[in-house]
């Protein structure tokens, strides 16, 4: 078996998706993209392409290795991305060729279901309460917030007593044991981080997430000792050798890679295991499409120190086009009681629209990330 072809597919929202077929008529989906560079992605797996027509697409070890290391520059967002939905392509491929789900084929199943939670509030939080509770209702066990707007370095507290007041009022109105992760989105400085991690202490939350930017790694330890609250951090992490330095330090509890972003499933499948020697929980980050969801439920699947999913149904970043829009089964990712039970059909377990692909596709996207500036007009995290 051969690959033939590579097609590329920009839809809205914010998603690529990517469509790999072989001479003996399979074909598996992928999803490789960064969320504002879609097109630079998009360039990035054309260039690849050369390198992986006429491959065998079972042989997926041999042809990440090549695409990785048969490049002197190599790693970061564009490039990994480019790999990694390749990667997941080729799995949904092999899983189609083989009968049976990717995790089948890493070591099989070690659970039933696996824990899922939603977004709620936006890039400026604010109704969390009711949100929350709404999503409470329809079955969640947990939700995510983002926590800020801008912070400077050094910034007044009322930004600090503002976060403390939404979570509050999910505690308040959901309850004890409901789950709430507050994601700081990299967007506070250390001496903010501190402060609001500090605060935040009482809520009893279910992690925080990126309190600082993961390039500060040195940080986190600063950080842990104003909390006992789990920290995660990982999206913005690609492949093992960027996550080492995080697993040496032994501070972070819970890391989040990115499966179109880290390198794909295998290669997450690698980070997980890593983090299981060092006593780390894996809560995949995935706020993109139902491609990247399904191969995540892939890696959930197989992984014991996985312990909840994030996925994007009704998120901000989705009005108008979401995430069931582009299956033909929308039923794969029925949600009941706050989870989600494993795929199984072959390959990623799902079937792609892809008529409606086409369709999308006509109509594209150009999202870009929004330019925050501080009160003094500096640029702000975002």
Known sequence: MKITEVKLYKVPPRWLFLKISTDEGLYGWGEPVVEGKASSVEACVKEMSDYIIGKDPLRI????????????????????????????????????????????????????????????????????????????????????????????????????????ERVEAIRKTCGSDFGIAVDFHGRLHKSMAKILAKELDKYHLMFIEEPVLCENYEAFAEIAKYTSTPIATGERLYTRWDFKKIFEQGIVDIIQPDLSHAGGILECRKIAAMAEVYDMAVAPHCPLGPIALAACLQLDACTPNAFIQEQSLGIHYNQGSDLLDYLKD?????????????????????????????????????????????????????
């Open 61 to 164: 070890e041999d042809i990440w290795q090549m695409l990785y290391r048969s490049a002197f520059y190599r790693g970061g967002p564009i490039i990994t991305s480019a790999i990694s939905g390749i990667e997941q392509a080729l799995w949904d491929i092999k899983g189609k060729y083989y009968n049976a789900p990717v995790y089948e084929l890493l070591g099989g199943a070690c659970r039933d279901n696996i824990d899922v939670y939603c977004w709620i509030g936006g890039d400026r939080p604010s109704d969390v309460g009711a949100a929350a509770l709404a999503q409470k209702e329809l079955g969640f066990k947990a939700i995510k917030m983002n926590a800020t707007e801008e912070v400077h370095y050094i910034d007044n507290y009322s930004k600090v007593q503002g976060v403390c």
């Open 330 to 382: 929308k039923s794969v990712f029925n949600y009941s009681n706050g989870v989600v039970k494993l795929p199984t059909k072959p390959g990623l377990g799902i079937e792609i629209d892809e008529e409606y692909v086409i369709k999308q596709s006509k109509i594209g996207h150009n999202w870009k990330n929004p330019v925050w500036r501080n009160s003094d007009g500096t640029i702000a995290e975002w």
